[in-house]
Each structure stands twice: as C-alpha cells, then as structure tokens.
C-alpha cells in the first residue's frame, strides 16, 4: 500500500493567496483527519470526517479554513484568505475508523505564508 | 473530558543509557493508549499501542509502555538507547468515538 498521500509536500505563498491542500487516503479506511502541527501549538485537530461525513470540526481555526471529502480517496483542506500564522506542518491521517484503530499519517505538506 | 499529559518536553539521553518517557491521562472511562513516533521531516507513526489484556505492552525495537490504571499512566521506556531512536514521541488517548487526543510531544535526544 501507498499509504496515505499528501500533496504539494512544500508550499509557499503570499498572504491574501488561497492555498489548497490535498489527501488521498489509505483504500479502505473510512476515518480521516487534518491536523496542524507548529512549534508554539503542537499537534491540533483541525477536522475530521468519517464515511466522508465531517464529524467534528471544532479545531478548525476560523471561517477562512474549510475542508471537503467529496469521496472515500480524496480530501482537501482549503485556506482562503492565507495569512503568515497559517504557516505551519499540515497532517493528514486515515483510520479504519472507531477509537482503538491506528491513525496511519500522510509526510505532511508545510506551509509557509509570506 | 479526556487530556493527555507529557510531562518532559525534552529529554536528553546518552546512547546505550535507559530512558522513560513520561506519560499521564485524564478520563472518567475506559481508555486505549497509544506512543506515536515522529522522526524529522516526517509524519507521525505508531509506536505502540494498549487496548485491553496485558498491562505491558511492547514494540519491534525495544520500547515497552506499561498501562497503570491507579496511576492513570502509561510511560514509555526502553533499556537501552540508540542513535536513531532520537526523535520526537507523542502519547495519546482515545476513548469512544473517532476522536484521538495527542500529547505536547517529548523530544528524545541521544548523544553518542
């Protein structure tokens, strides 16, 4: 198995820009999860989804965030408008869902917003 | 609710020495527990991880976790440390649901 897929794995912009993140996860897994990782902030849950429905998105930091799972292989993580405290590792992990399954985690796509 | 607390933040260690990580949880329920390694540039892995049965629980490379219910820890230790072990190691809970809660994160070092 791939694993699950991250793209792009680096990403640099302006602020004001819309940035566009993307997960293909692990086949068969029906949980996925976006967090965010910063030295200041450590590992936060943005969002996640089970069956591609959001379950909880209460880490998701304000209305510029939104993320989307049109179906079980693809997920994007959407910031619209980016500014420079969105810099930051962003994850995202899939599972076979419920909470004694490992959460298997993509290399991350870092962001850096100018 | 349920919190997971890492109680060093970084842990310096010479190579071949042992070396526990710190790990304490919060919940009014049952739990599982989980050790997830992070090594530079890349995403988190698991390490380790408690569901029910033995208290003591073991990985591929030599780290075992012991599940202590009075205590409500569950620390992670290895006898002896290499090198490559340097990273960093998250500690989490899950209870009902699909939601995990992750630790700080303890940095290991490993000087030779």
């Known amino acids: 198995d791939a694993g699950v897929i991250q793209s792009p794995r680096h990403e640099v912009t302006e602020m004001g820009q819309e940035v566009t993140l993307r997960c293909k996860p692990i086949?068969?897994?029906?949980?996925l999860f976006w967090y965010r990782q910063t030295m200041m902030r450590g590992l936060e849950l943005l969002i996640y989804?089970?069956?591609?429905?959001?379950?909880?998105d209460s880490g998701m930091p304000e209305d510029r965030f939104s993320a989307k799972m049109p179906n079980a292989s693809f997920s994007t993580l959407k910031i619209q408008p980016s500014e420079p405290r969105d810099s930051a590792v962003y994850f995202c992990?899939?599972?076979?869902?419920?909470?004694?399954?490992?959460?298997?985690f993509g290399p991350g796509t870092r962001l850096l917003v100018l | 609710a349920q919190s997971v607390t890492q109680l060093d933040s970084q842990v310096p260690v010479f190579e071949e020495a042992p070396v526990e990580l710190r790990c304490n949880y919060s919940?009014?329920?049952?739990?599982?527990l989980f050790w997830y390694v992070q090594y530079p540039n890349q995403g988190l892995q698991l390490l380790l991880k408690?569901?029910?049965?033995?208290?003591l629980v073991k990985s591929i490379n030599g780290f075992e976790a012991e599940f202590n219910k009075s205590q409500t820890s569950f620390h992670l230790r290895k006898p002896s440390v290499h090198i490559s072990d340097t990273a960093e190691y998250f500690c989490?809970?899950?209870?009902?649901?699909?939601?995990?809660?992750f630790g700080a994160g303890t940095r290991l070092f490993v000087k030779a």
């Open positions: 989490a809970v899950a209870t009902g649901g699909f939601k995990t809660i």
């Open positions: 989804f089970n069956n591609n429905v959001p379950i909880d």
């Open positions: 086949s068969g897994h029906n949980s």
């Open positions: 408690y569901l029910s049965g033995s208290t």
């Open positions: 919940s009014s329920v049952s739990v599982y």
């Open positions: 992990a899939s599972s076979l869902g419920g909470p004694q399954e490992t959460q298997y």
